[in-house]
């Protein structure tokens, strides 16, 4: 029998050139403000930085919640200014937070970027595994550990290239959040209770194509 789970993950393994384009299903990132970050009306008074935006998916989600949102790519989707994040020369401590899902191989420097761009924080969506590794534990955790890890209950299904509302994934999914106000930082663990079904509005996902069909 095909070890279908292994099958799943494996699409998530790019080379190194690739852009990574993972589009985040827009659920998950209101699962961060809604449970994560738990805004409030102060939210419309922030700026907000999406420096991975692709297509817009996050991006579109953001600007549901705070005042402005910004939002750039190193490739173009057609949405945001083109920009690689990592060599642009953002301003430091230029908007208030950076949330993005960036692409996995570059996720430790785009938090470590991020960093020096926010004033009150950072959140990025990362596979569980990244809380792994000796390279990140020295090179990020050591020094900057997140103040919150917020580990979904549910699982986020993400394709290449495209959302689907009926993909599935063996890949397990968190937002990893700095909040820099905190004088010193003790690590809390959460989790993102079921929500899927709340957070889903109509509009999130391309219209299917038989629907188009006109019969
Ligand atoms: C996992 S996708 C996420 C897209 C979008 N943030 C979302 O959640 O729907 C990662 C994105 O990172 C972009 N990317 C890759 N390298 C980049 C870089 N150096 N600077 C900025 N964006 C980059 C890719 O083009 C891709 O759109």
Not at 2 to 24: K, L
Not at 41 to 66: D, I, Q, W
Not at 111 to 130: C, D, M, Q, S
Not at 155 to 165: I, K, N, Q, T, Y
């Amino acid at each position: 029998m095909q070890n279908t789970s292994h099958a799943v993950m494996a699409q998530r393994i790019e080379g190194r050139d690739a852009p990574d384009d993972f589009p985040t299903p827009p659920w998950a990132t209101r699962a961060l403000l809604e449970h994560v970050l738990k805004h409030d009306a102060s939210f419309k008074n922030k700026t907000c930085l999406e420096p991975a935006c692709g297509a817009g998916h996050m991006a579109r989600v953001l600007a549901e919640y705070f005042g402005a949102v910004t939002n750039s790519d190193a490739y173009d989707y057609g949405y945001g200014q083109i920009r690689d994040f990592l060599t642009h020369p953002f301003e430091m401590r230029s908007v208030d937070w950076v949330i993005t899902n960036p692409p996995f191989r570059l996720s430790e420097e785009f938090v470590l970027r991020a960093l020096t761009i926010a004033k009150e924080g950072v959140a990025i969506l990362a596979r569980t595994v990244f809380l792994e590794s000796v390279g990140r534990y020295r090179n990020l955790f050591a020094q900057t550990p997140p103040s919150k890890f917020a580990q979904f209950t549910e699982r986020v299904p993400m394709l290449r290239g495209r959302l689907d509302r009926k993909a599935t994934t063996a890949t397990g999914y968190a937002w990893l959040v700095w909040e820099l106000d905190a004088a010193s930082v003790t690590p809390q663990l959460v989790w993102i209770p079921p929500c899927r079904k709340k957070l889903e509005r109509n509009g999130d996902y391309p219209v299917e194509a038989s629907r188009l069909m006109i019969v």
